[in-house]
């Protein structure tokens, strides 16, 4: 048997051992379309809680190691935790990246830390790290490691300024309530060719989101803009369901993201709200380019 799966390994097909079911895909024929079905199908009612602590090594040789952190202090996104592990395990699978997926703040300490390339903040709100936590991942950001924060990671839960200020250059303020939360809005690419696959963004990207809104554009403190908000395609009601009156940002609105910190690399999204948005290829694709930037340290910032 090893001898056959040693063949296997030799032609490009993977081979996944799960409740003694043996899986051969040839990946170049399938591509990451025909693994999400494959996947959806069999797999995903498998899936039905928030991994914690797992680790999923697909060769002994990864190109990319991955910390995927998910833990909740503040607002839960449940559900778009639960989807954006299991796209991107999917991507694990098809581009050979070690994935640990954790909800373990004692993971945030130096040694540990240096094992990733890159560290995902998947809707973790709230104050989940204590002071020596946050100063460990101060340190790894600063000195070449890599951050991917996804939507609920940049709202304003966190006691944390170096977090606001320093990493995202931005802070959550609100976005629109009750019938106006989740709307259609158009996005317009403003990304250059440092950023991993920018030419093959759509110029613009009509989809619903949650959008949010930032006390000031993180443009003006030195970020490389993915994905600009066209606030004139969405629709707002006077007053938010707190009574407080909504303001905008004007034509100065990102969604998308990146800043270099010190060594190392930060790219924010602010799209995930619900699950069904990372069923979107477009936008796990932009995803999966903002991992491949952030962790590689010869990227450009600008």
């Known amino acids: 048997m090893e001898g056959f799966l040693n063949g296997l390994k030799k032609t490009n097909w993977m081979y996944e051992k799960s409740n003694h079911i043996f899986i051969i895909i040839p990946l170049r024929v399938f591509g990451y379309k025909g693994i999400s079905n494959i996947y959806n199908k069999f797999f995903k009612s498998r899936n039905n809680n928030i991994e914690e602590n797992i680790k999923l090594n697909y060769k002994e040789d990864k190109d990319l190691s991955v910390l995927v952190y998910s833990a909740i202090g503040d607002y839960s996104h449940t559900d778009a935790i639960k989807a954006f592990n299991g796209e991107v395990k999917k991507l694990g699978l098809i581009n050979n990246w070690g994935i640990q997926f954790s909800n373990d703040p004692r993971l945030f300490n130096t040694e540990d830390l240096k094992k990733f390339d890159v560290v995902i903040w998947n ?3 709230g104050n989940t790290l204590n002071k020596s936590q946050m100063s460990s991942f101060e340190n790894y950001i600063e000195n070449g490691g890599g951050y991917v924060g996804i939507h609920g990671a940049g709202d304003n839960s966190k006691n944390w300024e170096w977090y606001y200020k320093v990493l995202l250059k931005a802070k959550f303020t609100h976005h629109p309530n009750g019938k106006y939360e989740f709307q259609n809005g158009t996005l317009e690419k403003k990304c250059n060719n440092s950023f991993t696959n920018c030419q093959r963004l759509p110029a613009t990207w009509e989809r619903e989101e949650e959008w949010y809104f930032f006390d000031e554009s993180p443009q003006r403190n030195g970020s490389s803009i993915i994905y600009n908000l066209d606030e004139k395609s969405l629709l707002f009601g006077d007053i938010n369901e707190d009574g407080i009156t909504i303001s905008k940002m004007g034509e100065d609105h990102p969604i998308v993201w990146t800043n ?11 799209m995930g709200h619900k699950g069904k948005y990372f069923l979107e290829p477009l936008h796990m694709d932009l995803i999966k380019s903002g991992i491949i930037w952030a962790s590689d340290k010869s990227a450009k910032c600008n």
């Open 123 to 125: 809707n973790s709100t």
């Open 260 to 270: 270099c910190v010190g060594k190392g690399k930060a790219f924010y999204s602010a």
